[in-house]
């Protein structure tokens, strides 16, 4: 399961690094869902330890820094006038 996990998250860096500079919205979706299929795989593969990292130092600021990309980009979408 552990080889499972390094490759989806090398697939996910890839897209990020290869597909064009994950510039463009589709690389960037793409990232995300791999992003997040990593995450479930890591919380079936081992739910205890997956939660235990999950409250560590380096996710808890990989989050909020996620948080507020989201609300950056919710803010910056606006509708022409």
């Not at 081992?46 to 808890?60: E, F, K, Q």
């Amino acid at each position: 399961m552990r080889a499972v996990l390094i490759a989806l998250l090398l697939g996910a860096v890839g897209v990020a690094v290869f597909w064009e500079g994950g510039f463009d919205a589709v690389p960037q979706w793409t990232f995300a869902a791999l992003a997040a299929i990593v995450a479930l795989v890591a919380f079936v593969d081992d739910p205890t330890r997956a939660r235990r990292l999950l409250r560590s130092a380096p996710v808890l600021v990989l989050l909020a820094v996620a948080a507020l990309e989201g609300l950056s980009a919710a803010w910056t979408i606006a509708t022409p006038s």
